[in-house]
């Protein structure tokens, strides 16, 4: 069992940037590919980037893609979303996913999950 712990969520103004890390329990942390996902208000979860296992392969959501970046560090066991050029669109409960095999964009793909860090950005 994997447990994932989001941090770096937070208030910040349109333009500004966040980094959000996702620490996770499991020594074998580097095998599993690794997603973070969003869920705003009554709208359904969405994929926002995934990288895989060594940190040399990425895929981002169209509507993040050149603002946000996702990037590991194995021997800490941690992913990480560098956001910048926040929008007011951002705004959302952003999760991190572990799931083994090749990089996903469906929720579906992943096996364990983190609770979530509140991005708030002000416009």
């Known amino acids: 069992q994997v447990q994932l712990v989001e941090s770096g969520g937070g208030l910040v103004q349109a333009g500004g940037s966040l980094r959000l890390s996702c620490a996770a329990s499991?020594?074998?942390?580097?095998?599993?590919?690794m997603g973070w996902f969003r869920q705003a208000p009554g709208k359904e979860r969405e994929f926002i980037a995934t990288?895989?296992?060594?940190?040399?392969?990425?895929f981002y959501a169209d509507s993040v893609k050149g603002r946000f970046t996702i990037s590991r560090d194995n021997a800490k066991n941690t992913v990480f979303l560098q956001m910048n050029s926040l929008k007011h669109e951002d705004t959302a409960i952003y999760s991190c996913?572990?799931?083994?095999?090749?990089?996903?964009?469906?929720?579906?793909?992943?096996?364990?999950w983190g609770q979530g860090t509140q991005v708030t950005v002000s416009s």
């Open positions: 996913a572990a799931g083994l095999g090749w990089v996903a964009t469906t929720p579906g793909r992943y096996d364990y």
């Open positions: 990288i895989n296992w060594s940190g040399s392969s990425s």
């Open positions: 499991d020594r074998t942390f580097s095998r599993y590919v």
